[in-house]
C-alpha cells in the first residue's frame, strides 16, 4: 500500500533511532542497508542510525542536512557500502559531500567488484557489517 499511496523519499531514515543516544550515521544504499539494518536490530545496537539514500543525483543536500541536525551528537559520519572502495557510490559521495568528512566502509579497492566465491563474499559482508557498528573518528 505504501508503494501506491506513499511517496518518494531521498533519503530514509532510520525509524528505530532516539537522536539523544546516536553516536554514528551510516549511509548507505541498496541491499546493504538491509544487512545494516538486521545487523543493527540483531545486536541491539542503539548509538548508531543507518539512514538509506535512495537518491545520488541531485544530491539530496537539504534532507542530507535534515538528518544530521536530527542526531545533534553524532560525532561519527560514515559511508557504509559492499562494493569496494574504488567502484560503486563511494567515489561519487566523497566528491560531492567531502566537506561533511565521511568516513567510508567497504570491501578494499579491486579491479573486480565481485569476489568471485560465496565464502569469500559473505566474510567481506560479515568485516563490513562489524567494522561498520565501531567506527569511531571525528567528523570534520
Known amino acids: ?31 546493504l542497508y538491509y544487512d545494516l539494518e538486521k545487523h543493527q536490530v540483531e545486536n541491539g545496537i542503539s548509538n548508531v542510525a543507518v539512514v538509506s ?15 544530521l541536525k536530527k542526531y545533534k551528537n553524532a560525532t561519527t559520519l560514515i559511508w ?7 567502484m560503486g557510490a563511494w567515489p561519487f559521495i566523497n566528491r560531492k559531500l567531502a566537506h561533511l568528512g565521511f568516513k567510508v566502509v ?24 562489524n567494522y561498520t557498528f565501531v567506527v569511531k573518528e571525528s567528523v570534520k
Do not use: C, W
Not at 80 to 86: F, I, S, V, W, Y
Not at 106 to 129: C, N, T, W
Open 106 to 129: 567497504s570491501r578494499k579497492e579491486s579491479a573486480s567488484p565481485a569476489v568471485g566465491l560465496m565464502e569469500k563474499h559473505k566474510q567481506g559482508l560479515d568485516e563490513i557489517l
Open 80 to 86: 557504509a557500502q559492499d562494493e569496494p572502495e574504488n
Open 53 to 67: 539514500m535512495e537518491q545520488f543525483y541531485p544530491i539530496p543536500a537539504r534532507q542530507i542536512n535534515a538528518v
Open 1 to 31: 500500500m505504501e508503494f501506491e499511496k506513499g511517496k518518494f523519499n531521498e533519503i530514509i531514515d532510520d525509524p528505530l533511532a532516539l537522536p539523544e543516544l546516536v553516536e554514528s550515521v551510516v549511509f548507505t544504499s541498496g541491499r
